[in-house]
T-cell receptor, first 117, second 115 residues
């Protein structure tokens, strides 16, 4: 069975500093996507960054970057220059592309990140 | 327009009431989803519609009844709910079940309280 593990239930960081959130996953498939979603107190689930498994280059979106280690099945999120607005639950998620009509997101349990002034 | 719009934002209903949640998107997406989310937990998939046909029902109790009237609209009809059904209900859409781009766009959710 495919699983996603986020080992840090809660984290905190000072404003302007860098923080890294961990995610590991387990799958026997080779064709998949990985995502980091952010859910602030406003409840909106927002896609932060995505990574295609066949791409070796790590994805980057402004202050957000990932360290994708396919062999180790690791997909960590680095947030640089943390801002107060980054305070949110962060979910790591996985989707396997060959599942056809059974394709669905597999979610980690989330990491609650607090950015302190 | 990259929005998924859900109404209402908040809903309080009694256990004997019938109500509906609505979801709308105009991105041309052909896959739409209902999720249930409890506080500080990940979303739990309930239903998936692909090209207006129900493709996944995650063994959801029959007191939840989904409907997809057209490619832009998704409803969730609620009847005889229990207090444990109180949660945030999220709607999402994506390009299509077979599309390589699997990015899902989420609405802001409906906070449902069953009394």
């Amino acid at each position: 069975a495919q699983t996603v593990t986020q080992s840090q239930p809660e984290m905190s960081v000072q404003e302007a500093e860098t923080v890294t959130l961990s995610c590991t996953y387990d799958t026997s498939e080779s064709n998949y996507y990985l995502f980091w979603y952010k859910q602030p107190p406003s409840r909106q689930m927002i896609l932060v960054i995505r990574q295609e498994a066949y791409k070796q280059q790590n994805a980057t979106e402004n202050r957000f970057s990932v360290n994708f280690q396919k062999a180790a099945k690791s997909f960590s999120l680095k947030i640089s220059d943390s801002q107060l607005g980054d305070t949110a639950m962060y979910f790591c998620a996985f989707i396997e592309l060959n599942a056809g009509n059974n394709r669905k997101l597999i979610w980690g349990l989330g990491t609650s990140l607090a950015v302190n002034p | 327009d990259t929005e998924v719009t859900q109404t209402p934002k908040h809903l309080v209903m009694g256990m004997t009431n019938k109500k509906s949640l609505k979801c709308e998107q105009h991105m041309g997406h052909r896959a739409m989803y209902w999720y249930k989310q409890k506080a500080k937990k990940p979303p739990e998939l309930m239903f998936v519609y692909s090209y207006e046909k129900l493709s996944i029902n995650e063994s959801v109790p029959s007191r939840f009844s989904p409907e997809c009237p057209n490619s832009s609209l998704l409803n969730l009809h609620l009847h005889a709910l229990q207090p444990e059904d109180s949660a945030l209900y999220l709607c999402a859409s994506s390009q299509g079940r077979a599309a390589r781009n699997t990015e899902a766009f989420f609405g802001q959710g409906t906070r449902l309280t069953v009394v």
